[in-house]
């Protein structure tokens, strides 16, 4: 059986699967000659990520395909429903990126306390020569121990990051519509364990009590961040946004920088993928990265061998 990565796939996963029979394509083939090339080449299961699209008309194009693959958790580029309906396996890695999006909040949120995100830009060109005003403009920064973090989103890379919260002493509060409660496991080097019980409230509550909020959302059709929910903020909050681009209204974000409503923002997904708007690029009071948060070493080796798994139960 022949498996596509079309957008890559870690070591461990192709030797997982050529050990087990399989043979594993990694071309990366174009959105447009996908259709032609699955098809010449009778391709059996095609693995994905975020910049592959598989619709409706590819899956009706392609009658070769058995199963389809998300390396990671969100699967809005995949039409998961129809594709079950006609009988595919549509397969994904919900939990083996969440510590790795998790960490990368924090290094966002870490940067941004201590204005590095700035410093950054401003050292290159002026350390030399603005040593001392550098000094005193980033001289205000904040620790986040006895901060409260919210968490919209408290599925598993939500709670991985109230995981990480917690250990760096931060109060976390959290909104999920669709739980309650749910109990934190802390493990730490020495085989130590501390629980936590963490209950969600309202998004109000969240939004008004915050000194930080960051965003573990699926892809949705309305924003979650619009105006009322920036209004609705404290003073000087920050924002991080490592979910999915389209979550935050940016043009409201840009404006809630601008008062000061926001203090700073950290922005991992953009509403314009891959061209994101400028406006927020040539913010200085914007952390960014491109869409790295599952981009470790050790979680591509988990989704590898995640995916390996199980395309080799459900397909042999």
């Known amino acids: 059986m022949k498996v596509l990565a079309n957008d890559g796939i870690a070591q461990i996963g192709i030797d997982t699967l050529e050990n087990a029979g399989f043979e594993v394509i990694t071309t990366k083939v174009a959105q447009g000659q996908l259709e032609d090339y699955i098809n010449k080449h009778n391709i059996d299961a095609i ?63 870490f940067g941004m306390v201590r204005f590095l995100y700035d410093a950054n830009r401003n050292m290159p060109l002026e350390g030399d020569t603005k040593f001392k005003d550098l000094k005193k403009a980033y001289a205000k920064g904040k620790e986040l121990k006895g901060k409260t973090l919210g968490v919209f989103g408290f599925g598993r890379i939500g709670q991985a990051t109230a995981k990480v919260a917690l250990g760096v002493g931060m109060k976390v509060i959290a909104y999920d519509p669709y739980l309650d409660e749910t ?70 974000l840009v404006s809630a920088l601008e008062s000061g409503k926001v203090a700073y923002a950290a922005v991992d997904t953009f509403e314009n993928e891959p061209t994101p708007a400028v406006q927020v690029l040539m913010n200085r009071n914007v952390s960014l990265s491109p869409h790295i948060g599952a981009a470790t070493n050790e979680a591509q080796d988990r989704i590898g061998s995640e995916l390996a798994s199980q395309i080799i139960t459900l397909l042999k």
């Open 47 to 109: 693995l994905v990520r975020s910049a592959t699209q598989v619709r409706t008309e590819l899956i009706d194009a392609c009658p070769s395909i058995k199963l389809i693959g998300r390396g990671g958790v969100g699967m809005d580029n995949i039409d998961v429903d129809y594709a079950r309906e006609q009988g595919l396996h549509v397969i994904n890695t919900p939990a083996a990126s969440s510590h790795s999006v998790a960490e990368l909040v924090f290094g966002h949120l």
């Open 183 to 252: 109990n934190l496991e802390l493990d730490f080097y020495d085989g130590q364990t501390v629980n936590f019980s963490i209950k969600t409230i309202s998004k109000e509550e969240v939004l008004k009590q915050a000194d930080f909020i960051t965003l573990h959302v699926p892809s949705q059709e309305n924003y979650v961040i619009d105006k009322a929910e920036f209004d609705a903020m404290k003073d000087g909050v920050g924002l991080v946004n490592a979910a999915r681009g389209g979550v935050v209204n940016e043009v409201e």
